[in-house]
C-alpha cells in the first residue's frame, strides 16, 4: 500500500511556521540589547540563525498539493513539536542553571508553548538568567496561548487556503466559530481581541505601579504577566508567582484571567456591536456559575480557618476580604488552568485541595486559551444525562439536547463523551506510570501525588500538590519521567485526538 498522506506537504508548512517563528525571537534579542546582556544577544543571535535555516531548509520539502484533513493534523502536530524543540535552544545555549540540560530545556519550552506552567527552572532569578530568557520564557506562553498555527493563519497568506482543517486540528475545544466569511479574517479577529486584552492588562499592570500600588511590578514585569495571564500560562519571572506581588496587583489580574478563560469569539462580537451576546451565551454563564461556587467554598473553608493545616493561615482566617482575595484568586486560576498562584495551597487542607482538583478537570471555555476537558463539554454533558433521566421515564419522548436554543447533533454529543472518557483514561493511565517510575527512581510519590502530577501536566495547569507545589517545581522527577510529560503537555494541548489519529494505521495507509 502507498502512504495516503502528503507528509512532505505537512512538513513544509511546519517549516513555514518555524521560518517566521524567528520574528518572534527578536523580542528577547531587543531586550537583551536593551539590557546590556551581551551573552544573550550571542544566544538569540544563534537561535534564531538556526531557526531560519530550519525553517527554510523545511519548507523546501513543501509540494504543490492541496492541504487536506490529514495534512492538517500531521503539521499541527508536528508545528507544536519542532516549535518546542527550536524554543528550547536559547536555555541549551545560555547555559544557566538546571535548564541548560537537553531535557529540561525541551520540558520548559513545551511547558511554554502548550501554556502548562510547569517549570523545572530551579533558581528563578536575575542572577542566574538574562531577563532576556525569562522574557522569552513568558513569551513563549503568549505564543501557544490563542494558538501558534491560528496565529500562522492569520498572518500567512499561504495557509488560508485549508486554514479551516488547521484551526479545526488545533482549536481547543469542540470549535472555532466562524466569525467572518473568510477563516483567515476570524483567524485574525481572534488574535486582535486577544493582542488588544493583553495591551490592556499591561498598562493598567504599570499603571498600579505608577500610582504607588504595585511596588516591584516594573514595565518589564507588566509585559511578563500580560504575555502570560492572558495565555493561561502562568510562568512568572518572580519565584514566588503572584504572591510576591501587592493585593492590588492580585484583584487586577483575577477579571483578566476570567477573560483569558472566556471564548475570545464572544469578545469579537462585543467589539461588533453585540454586547449582549456575552451574557446570553450560555456556556459563559455556566463558567461565571462554576466560578462563583469554588470561590464560595473556598472563601468559607478560609475564613473560618477548616482550609488550612494546623498551624497555618494566620493571616488570612478571621480576615473576610483576604479570605476572598486568596479563594477567588486560586479558583479562578486553576479553573481556568493558568496556574497562579497568591498562596502556597500545600499549607491547605485536604477539603480545601480537593476543591482545587476538582477546578484542575473543568478548564476554560471552547475558542479561549484555557486546558482540560472545557466547560462547554461538562454543559453538553449534564444536559445529555438530564435528557436521559428524562427519557428513562417518557421512554417514547424524543428529546434533543439544545445549547443556546440550538439542537445539537447526535455525533457531536457521541464526540464529546469520547474525548471526555479518553481525557479520564488518559489521566488514569498516566499518573500510574508516573507512579511506578518515581518508585523506581526512589522519589516516593503517593499514588494521589502521582495522579495530580498527571492532571496538571495533561490539562495544561502547571502547579499541583505535594513536591508540585506552586512555590516548587518539576526538577526532581527522572528525566525519563520528564520526558513522559513532555508528552502529556502535547497531546493535552492538542486535546488528544489530533496525536491520536497520526498514530494509526489507517491514518497513513486506508
Known sequence: MTLRVDWRLSLGLVGTVVKWLALALVFPLLVAIYYGEVSAVVTFGITTAIALVAGFGLEQLRTGSELGHREAFLMVALTWLVVSLVGSLPY??????????????????????????????????????????????????WLGGMGIVVLAVAILPELSVGGAQLLDAEAPGPGIEKLTPRIAETARALWVAYLGITLVEVFLLYGLHLGGLAPGMSFYHAIAHGFTTLSTGGFSPAARSIEAFSAAVQWLIIPFM???????????????????RLWRDVEFRFYLGLMGVIAAILTGLLFTGTGFLPGQGETVVGSLGTAVRHAVFQAVSILTTTGYATQDFNTWSPIAQYALFIAMFIGGSAGS?????????????????????????????????RLGGHA???????????????????????????????????????????????????????????????MDSYLPFSRASKLFMVGLMWVGRLEIFPVLVILTRSYWRS
Open 258 to 276: 476570567i477573560a483569558a478563560g472566556t471564548n475570545f469569539a464572544l469578545f469579537w462580537h462585543v467589539l461588533d456591536g453585540n454586547p449582549s
Open 92 to 141: 541549551v545555549i545560555a547555559g544557566n542553571g538546571t535548564v541548560a540540560a537537553p531535557a529540561n530545556a525541551l520540558f520548559e519550552s513545551m511547558s511554554g508553548f502548550t501554556t502548562t506552567g510547569a517549570t523545572v527552572m530551579g533558581d528563578i532569578s536575575f542572577e542566574t538568567h538574562s531577563r532576556a530568557l525569562l522574557i522569552w520564557r513568558q513569551e513563549s506562553q
Open 408 to 470: 445539537l447533533d447526535e455525533r457531536a454529543i457521541r464526540g464529546i463523551y469520547a474525548f471526555t472518557v479518553l481525557y479520564l483514561a488518559v489521566f488514569f493511565i498516566a499518573g500510574g506510570l508516573l507512579f511506578l517510575d518515581s518508585v523506581r527512581a526512589g522519589l516516593g510519590l503517593s499514588i494521589i501525588e502521582a495522579m495530580t502530577v498527571a492532571a496538571a501536566t495533561l490539562g495544561n495547569i502547571g502547579p499541583g500538590f505535594g513536591i508540585i507545589g506552586p
Open 369 to 401: 486559551t484555557g486546558g482540560s476537558i472545557k466547560v462547554v463539554r461538562w454543559l453538553v454533558i449534564l444536559k445529555a444525562l438530564r435528557r436521559e433521566l428524562f427519557t428513562s421515564v417518557h421512554p417514547d419522548a424524543v428529546r434533543p439536547v
